[in-house]
């Protein structure tokens, strides 16, 4: 039985993106379902059908369904060890959980004052020293101690980068100044294939906003 991927916008979806990106780029084959949020009690239900939460995104696999962006992922690592999600180093696999779960829950200045949206026309804006701060030095760290191994934060692509995906994003529509190794390795998650279908899909339903 093919897992099922229940998500919303991947324009302004950015949880829905994140679980996305890392079946994608890790070639785990899966069924996408689509439903557009906040467009009335009729697409509510349809979420509620699939998990109580009534949020996107959530996984299901047979019997066993999964909801919540890393809890997905963490699954999925379990379940496709061959996807090499995490770091095989105990040391680097629980630090690239430690900078995924800081995204999970962290830099909530960065996400208020710029929200997701991938086809806002580029621009820079006034950010507050919170919105700044942060992210650059996780990748510019993880870059200096990984980098030789690969373009990506752990050297391969994993569940670190799908993580922060959304923040590439987020940092390129809205001009934010970067230095020249977060300016790679931002190049490095646009030219990602799953990257550049991901941008597609979100073309494709960008009339269903989500906030």
């Known amino acids: ?93 629980a630090h690239a959980r430690s900078i995924s779960a800081e995204m999970h829950s962290g830099f909530l200045s960065l996400r208020s004052e710029c929200g997701m949206n991938l086809h806002r026309p580029v621009g820079a804006i006034k950010l507050s020293e ?9 990748w510019t760290d993880c870059r200096a101690r990984y980098g030789k191994r690969g373009p990506f934060l752990f050297g391969a692509f994993g569940a670190a980068d799908a993580m922060f995906a959304p923040v590439v994003h987020r940092f390129r529509t809205y001009a934010i100044a ?12 646009m030219a990602l294939p799953a990257f550049g279908v991901e941008r597609s899909g979100a073309r494709r339903n960008a009339a269903d906003r989500e906030a």
């Open 1 to 93: 039985m093919s897992l099922k991927l229940v998500i919303g916008n991947k324009n302004y979806s950015s949880w829905s993106m994140r679980p996305w990106l890392a079946m994608r780029a890790t070639h785990i084959a899966f069924e996408e379902i689509f439903i557009p949020l906040y467009t009335g009690q009729n697409d509510k239900n349809r979420i509620l059908v699939f998990a109580r939460s009534g949020k996107v995104p959530i996984l299901i696999d047979g019997e066993t369904t999964v909801w919540d962006s890393l809890a997905i992922i963490e699954y999925l690592a379990e379940r496709f060890p061959d996807a090499r999600l995490w770091p095989e180093n105990r040391a680097e696999r």
């Open 130 to 138: 919170d919105a700044r701060a942060g992210v650059q030095e996780i």
């Open 178 to 189: 970067v230095s020249l190794e977060v300016k790679t390795y931002m190049e490095t998650m």
